[in-house]
C-alpha cells in the first residue's frame, strides 16, 4: 500500500504500508494492551510490517528510499483516525496510493490502530511516576533544562525532548538518562582558544580543515577560522552528565521518564534544531 498526496491537503507517505487481516479493532480502548490477543495481533502486525513494509519504510516505519517516515512525520501525526481510514479505504487518486476499500471495514480498522500504536497514540500504559513531580525536576535540581528544551522552555545546545516519548518507551528513556553507552551519540565539550585569547565553550557541530562550527551553551553559534585558534581541547566525557543513576532516586528517575512521557500526547511530532541525540 502507498500513501501519497491528499489533494488540498496532505503530503503524506509515499509507499508500502501494510494491511493485514486481523480481527477488527472497532473499539481497541476496549481490550487490555497485554492480553493474549492483543501479543498475537500485535507480533503479526509486525511480522508483517517486516516483510511488506520495511523495504520501503524501514523496518522502524521510519523511511528509506522509497517511502517517507510514517511514524514521526508531523503530517502523519496530525491525521485522525477516520481522516487515515479514508485514505487507506479511498486512496489518493493521481499517486501511487490505491484504493484498497475491498478488503473490507474490519482489516483496514486494524491497520489503523496498529499505525497508531506505532505512533505512540493509543499507548495507555501506566506512568512510571507522577509528570508533575518530574516537570519540577526536569526544570529544578536534575538541571535538565539547562541543555534540553520541553514544550518551549530550556536550553537549546541538546535535543529537543517534547516529543521524545512518542518513539521512546519508560525503559528506553531511563535507560538513556542512567546509561551513556545507550544514547545515541556521544558530544564532548570543546573548549577553542583563539589567538587573541578569547575562549569558547561548547560542543562541535560542524567541523572541516579549515573552519569548525561550535554551539554554546547558551545556543548561540560561533563560526571559528582553524587559521584563528591558538588550541582545540576536546573533552572526553559527553555533555550529559554520566552520574544521573547516583545524582537521582529510583522515584525521581520515574518521575522524569514520566513527565517525558506525558508530553506525547500534546506534541505534534519529534522535532529537533538538529541530527544528535543524546
Same mark, same amino acid.
Given at each position: 500500500?502507498?500513501?501519497?498526496?491528499?489533494?488540498?491537503?496532505?503530503?503524506?507517505?509515499?509507499? @508500502?504500508?501494510? #494491511?493485514?487481516?486481523?480481527?477488527?479493532? =472497532?473499539?481497541?480502548?476496549?481490550?487490555?494492551?497485554?492480553?493474549? *490477543?492483543?501479543?498475537?495481533?500485535?507480533?503479526?502486525?509486525?511480522?508483517? +510490517?517486516?516483510?511488506?513494509?520495511?523495504?520501503? /519504510?524501514?523496518?522502524?516505519?521510519?523511511?528509506?528510499?522509497?517511502?517517507?517516515?510514517? #511514524?514521526?512525520?508531523?503530517?502523519?501525526?496530525?491525521?485522525?483516525?477516520?481522516?487515515?481510514?479514508?485514505?487507506?479505504?479511498?486512496?489518493?487518486?493521481?499517486?501511487?496510493?490505491?484504493? +484498497?476499500?475491498?478488503? @473490507?471495514?474490519?482489516?483496514?480498522?486494524?491497520?489503523?490502530?496498529?499505525?497508531? $500504536?506505532?505512533?505512540?497514540?493509543?499507548?495507555?500504559?501506566?506512568?512510571?511516576?507522577?509528570?508533575?513531580? @518530574?516537570?519540577?525536576? +526536569? +526544570?529544578?535540581?536534575?538541571?535538565?533544562?539547562?541543555? /534540553?528544551?520541553?514544550?518551549?522552555?530550556?536550553?537549546?545546545?541538546?535535543?529537543?525532548?517534547? *516529543?521524545?516519548?512518542?518513539? /521512546?518507551?519508560?525503559?528506553?528513556?531511563?535507560? *538513556?538518562?542512567?546509561?551513556?553507552?545507550?544514547?545515541?551519540?556521544?558530544?564532548?565539550?570543546?573548549? =577553542?582558544?583563539?589567538?587573541? @585569547?578569547?575562549?569558547?565553550?561548547?560542543? #562541535?557541530?560542524?567541523?572541516?580543515?579549515?573552519?569548525?562550527?561550535?554551539?554554546?551553551?547558551?545556543?548561540?553559534?560561533?563560526?571559528? $577560522?582553524?587559521?584563528?585558534?591558538?588550541?582545540?581541547?576536546?573533552?572526553?566525557?559527553?555533555?550529559?552528565?554520566?552520574?544521573?543513576?547516583?545524582?537521582?532516586?529510583?522515584?525521581?528517575?520515574?518521575?522524569?521518564?514520566?513527565?517525558?512521557?506525558?508530553?506525547?500526547?500534546?506534541?505534534? =511530532?519529534?522535532?529537533?534544531? /538538529?541530527?544528535?541525540?543524546?
Amino acid at each position: 500500500m502507498k500513501f501519497g498526496i491528499i489533494p488540498g491537503k496532505l503530503d503524506l507517505l509515499g509507499a @508500502g504500508l501494510l #494491511i493485514f487481516l486481523a480481527p477488527a479493532l =472497532a473499539h481497541p480502548q476496549q481490550h487490555a494492551q497485554n492480553s493474549p *490477543a492483543h501479543s498475537a495481533q500485535r507480533q503479526n502486525a509486525r511480522q508483517i +510490517f517486516a516483510t511488506t513494509c520495511a523495504a520501503c /519504510h524501514g523496518l522502524d516505519g521510519m523511511g528509506g528510499e522509497r517511502a517517507p517516515n510514517i #511514524i514521526t512525520n508531523p503530517q502523519v501525526q496530525r491525521l485522525s483516525a477516520s481522516e487515515m481510514f479514508s485514505v487507506i479505504s479511498g486512496g489518493v487518486p493521481g499517486t501511487g496510493m490505491p484504493a +484498497f476499500q475491498r478488503l @473490507g471495514k474490519p482489516a483496514i480498522t486494524s491497520l489503523v490502530v496498529y499505525v497508531k $500504536s506505532l505512533q505512540g497514540k493509543n499507548q495507555t500504559a501506566r506512568l512510571p511516576g507522577d509528570p508533575k513531580s @518530574g516537570e519540577a525536576l +526536569f +526544570f529544578g535540581n536534575a538541571q535538565c533544562s539547562t541543555c /534540553h528544551m520541553a514544550s518551549g522552555r530550556g536550553g537549546f545546545i541538546a535535543p529537543e525532548l517534547t *516529543a521524545y516519548g512518542q518513539t /521512546h518507551g519508560a525503559e528506553q528513556i531511563k535507560s *538513556a538518562i542512567v546509561n551513556p553507552a545507550a544514547r545515541n551519540s556521544v558530544k564532548p565539550i570543546v573548549t =577553542a582558544a583563539t589567538t587573541n @585569547g578569547e575562549l569558547y565553550h561548547g560542543i #562541535i557541530r560542524n567541523e572541516d580543515n579549515f573552519s569548525l562550527q561550535l554551539q554554546s551553551e547558551d545556543g548561540a553559534f560561533h563560526f571559528l $577560522s582553524k587559521a584563528d585558534l591558538k588550541s582545540i581541547e576536546r573533552g572526553q566525557d559527553s555533555i550529559m552528565p554520566s552520574d544521573y543513576s547516583s545524582r537521582l532516586s529510583a522515584a525521581q528517575l520515574n518521575d522524569i521518564v514520566s513527565y517525558l512521557l506525558s508530553l506525547r500526547s500534546t506534541s505534534a =511530532a519529534p522535532v529537533s534544531r /538538529h541530527e544528535d541525540e543524546e
